[in-house]
């Protein structure tokens, strides 16, 4: 469930929400939006403000959410998901993400794959792969669909 959090939660970009790429936009610029928007997530989930690393996430009842054990719909149930780990002295380790694709499917959806890492000091906690569905909306790129999974132990 931390994957998903982590996961995305990473959808908002150094460049202005506002101002997604165009639909000619090359791939190379998508990329790097979309990276530097899962920086920022990952930022957010470090510096533990649940608030900010939640507003990738589309906030439709439909938006999913797949934890590798069974798929949830809503916002608020991914806030359920995670808040306990933003809870005032609550353990939560450090977000980073590696192996970042983004596949551009229109003008306005892509497909994000990476790997999230959680990390206490130079110990991994958690690991593993997820894949988004990512809308460019109005306000930037949103999160429509999450699904997380855990490296085995």
Known sequence: MVLVAIVLAGCRGSVSPTTPPSPGTDSAALTRLISA???????DWNRG???EFLSDYAPEST??????????????FIRENYAP?????????????????VRGLSPTLALVTARFILQRGAEVTA?????????RQPEGWKILHDHSSSDPD
């Open 49 to 51: 403000d649940l608030d």
């Open 37 to 43: 928007q899962m920086d920022r997530a990952a930022r």
């Open 63 to 76: 938006t999913t959410f797949i934890d590798g054990r069974r798929a949830r719909a809503g916002i608020g």
């Open 127 to 135: 690991s593993g792969p997820f894949t988004l569905v990512m809308e």
């Open 85 to 101: 780990r933003f809870a005032s002295g609550a353990r939560r380790d450090s977000l980073h993400f590696e192996e970042l694709k």
